[in-house]
């Protein structure tokens, strides 16, 4: 599959086209909404949305003898929350449809 990607002003315009309405509306939504996941998220609690899939801050212990790739140095990470994301059904079903493409390293 080829890598395709959008944007999120990429989004704002489908959603703005698909809603009809003002493209600086949509914007509005778009953000109000990631302002308030970013928001929930940062106080721990998880944000669930029946058949997308559940945001949630998952807990990463620290640890002494991590190692940075580039340079192979030695350091330490400090315990920290990472952002997570698990897909619902109805998002796995539709990943499922996708065509599988081969691409030679099978």
Do not use: W
């Not at 302002?35 to 949305?49: A, I, K, M, N």
């Amino acid at each position: 599959m080829s890598a395709k990607k959008i944007t999120k002003y990429d989004l704002i315009d489908s959603v703005s086209e698909k809603s009809r309405c003002e493209k600086k509306l949509a914007q509005a939504v778009l953000e109000n909404f990631l302002d308030e996941l970013r928001f929930f998220l940062s106080e721990g609690t998880t944000v669930e949305l029946r058949g997308f899939g559940t945001f949630e801050a998952r807990f990463r212990k620290g640890r002494t003898k991590a190692r940075n790739p580039k340079t192979g140095e030695q350091l330490s990470v400090a315990p920290h929350y990472v952002a997570a994301f698990r897909a619902g059904q109805d998002l796995k079903n539709a990943l499922r449809r996708l065509p599988i493409e081969s691409n030679g390293t099978e």
